[in-house]
């Protein structure tokens, strides 16, 4: 069964500090991996995605695959108290359906 | 970027009757749009993949004949809840890609109570 985990958080950092979540995924088939953001009675929205191996940046957001390792994280640095959501971790199922697999997703609070 | 547009946002239904929910892709077209259901505090869960001009294909446990799916054209697709119940008081999410490379994009989301 194609599944992927989330620290269940959830995490509390500091205005300004790095905020780190991160997530394993158990099919090796899944080449691409998507960050989404939820806030509390909202749709997800993008905030990244990554299929290479290594780091990939835009802005404050970094995101890391490690496929040998089957593990995606994403960090946020200088968190914002706006940064407060639930943060998604998706794979795209291998194969003509397309589909993603979320996460449980991780609830991050940013302590002003 | 791309833009999904669901309506209604927010409906209250009796018991019994039954809900239609709408998903366009505003600025494209989507052969393939995708419905999840959310409750309270868990993550999304697929339901079914909407695919324009054939059958929709659902998930495991969920009911076709429940929740019907019409992909009727490249930038529309429906979700009708039929005899609703309370138990079927959810978050419903649709999505759809332009492509992979950009991501799944969702709509706003419809917040189904049914009394």
């Known amino acids: 069964q194609k599944e992927v985990e989330q620290n269940s958080g959830p995490l509390s950092v500091p205005e300004g500090a790095i905020a780190s979540l991160n997530c394993t995924y158990s099919?090796?088939?899944?080449?691409?991996f998507f960050w989404y953001r939820q806030y509390s009675g909202k749709s997800p929205e993008l905030i990244m995605f990554?299929?290479?191996?290594g780091d990939k940046e835009d802005g404050r957001f970094t995101a890391q695959l490690n496929k040998a390792s089957q593990y995606v994280s994403l960090l946020i640095r200088d968190s914002q108290p706006s940064d407060s959501a639930t943060y998604l971790c998706?794979?795209?199922?291998?194969?003509?359906?397309?589909?993603?697999?979320f996460g449980s997703g991780t609830q991050l609070t940013v302590l002003p | 970027g791309a833009v999904v547009s669901q309506h209604p946002s927010r409906v209250i239904c009796k018991s019994g009757t039954s809900v239609k929910i709408e998903c366009r892709s505003l600025?494209?077209?989507?052969?393939?749009m995708f419905w999840y259901r959310q409750f309270p505090k868990q993550s999304l869960m697929l339901m079914a993949t909407?695919?324009?001009?054939?059958?929709?294909?659902?998930e495991q446990g969920v009911e076709k004949d429940k929740f019907l799916i019409n992909h009727a054209s490249l930038t529309l697709s429906t979700l009708t809840v039929t005899s609703a119940h309370p138990e079927d008081s959810s978050f419903y999410i649709c999505?759809?890609?332009?492509?992979?490379?950009?991501?799944?994009?969702f709509g706003s989301g419809t917040r189904l109570t049914v009394v």
């Open positions: 099919d090796r088939g899944s080449q691409s």
């Open positions: 998706a794979g795209l199922n291998p194969g003509s359906a397309r589909q993603l697999t």
């Open positions: 909407s695919n324009e001009g054939s059958k929709a294909t659902y």
């Open positions: 999505s759809a890609s332009q492509g992979v490379s950009r991501g799944y994009t």
């Open positions: 600025d494209f077209q989507a052969t393939t």
């Open positions: 990554i299929y290479s191996n």
